[in-house]
């Protein structure tokens, strides 16, 4: 596969949160799979190499989405007058709970990563199920796939039902590396331990996967201070703990390390500092935040604070795989939030939202998000022509109409590291 290459069309990417730079009929230059640069003429050592004209098309970096659960894309959309703990019980574990069947986890995945494939997502981290047989399924199909993903088989040994549940600390570790092991091969989709939640998981296993953290080197994600309920959990499963994040930190499982945690809607000034300190990555799932009635994140000021803050489609506590979608919810949960909660904390910008997306996400995978030169070269190529307007609209418009209205039809090609998927 040829992954030198140049595109042309209506170039956007993110310089600073607040700062877009757009490049209307630029040339994208990519170099072995890596962004060379934005230019207005080819340079002359790439004056021959292969230009694919999207002249009136606009370009812009893959979008990451930092945290989705692949098992619940089954079921997004149901159960969605539910709080977050109601929810797990009467929706997620009799879902997640199917996956030990391998007939259905193949029908389910297939669906999953063919939707995420013509999505506009070129990287994602991923939560899959306890089931090691699944979670292998998952993560071949998605290594077949093209894009770019973390997946993670998920440790649960307490406070979840009988059939989603690991006996103790010792099997669940025991099952862990088994699957690792199975993970030896792959090179486009690479494991990441997977706590669910605090609630789910006794001080043994957490105690168990810190060393195994410590082995292997692997990233870390979980949940944090998602919901009030879940926090006042955690404080009695927890009790001489300073907070959540603390719990965490206690087991050497909140940085330190490459580290997502999502949602972070009701984290206080010590665990946002801890965070910081400790280089965590915040998932920011505003749809999901809204949907299970957890709250509105405090973007603004993790923004603010400089803050490593991406986004998440959170499948299926968010009922939409778009970025796009999750970038439109974030500014408009940021709105509600300053209107009725904190007039101190003015609403994100969609530039913001878009840096969320892109390179504020694709931080987590390195040097991910835009084209500038040594970014990987993930691009995603936007046809709106089906989106006619009367109106003589500036690149940035027509990209801020396609997130407004979170449609990935649009996609009409999409390259990872330079190889185009389709």
Known sequence: MNRTFALKGDIIFSQTPQTLAVHPSHYAVCEDGICVGVFTQLPKQFAEIPVMDHSGKLIIPGLTDLHAHAPQYAFRSLGMDLELLDWLNAQTFPQEARYQDLDYACRAYSIFVDDLRR???TRAALF????????????????????????????????????LCEADAQSSLEATRIWLAGCQDLKHCLPILTPRFLPSCTDALMEGLHRL???????????????????????????????YGDAYDRFGMFGGCPTIMAHCVWSDAEERARMKQNGVFIAHCPQSNINLSSGAAPARTYLDEGMHIGLGSDIAGG??????????DAVQSSKLRWRLLDQSLSPITLPEAFWMGTRGGGAFFGKVGAFEAGFA????????????????????ERLTRIIYLSDDRAVIHKYVDGRKLF
């Open 213 to 243: 953290q410590q082995e292997t080197g692997l990233p870390v994600q979980s949940h944090l201070s998602e919901n009030q309920g879940e926090i006042a959990w955690v404080r009695e499963l927890c009790p001489e703990a300073r907070g």
């Open 128 to 163: 899959g199920t306890l089931h090691v047989p699944a979670t292998h399924i998952l993560m071949q199909m998605l290594e077949e796939s093209g894009l770019e993903t973390f997946v993670g088989k998920v440790n649960m040994d307490r406070n979840s039902p009988d059939v």
């Open 319 to 328: 009922t939409h795989l778009s970025i796009l979608r999750a970038m439109a």
């Open 377 to 396: 070269f993930d691009a995603v190529v936007l046809d709106d022509s089906d989106l006619p307007s009367p109106l003589d609209l500036t690149p940035e």
């Open 119 to 121: 999505s506009a997502t």
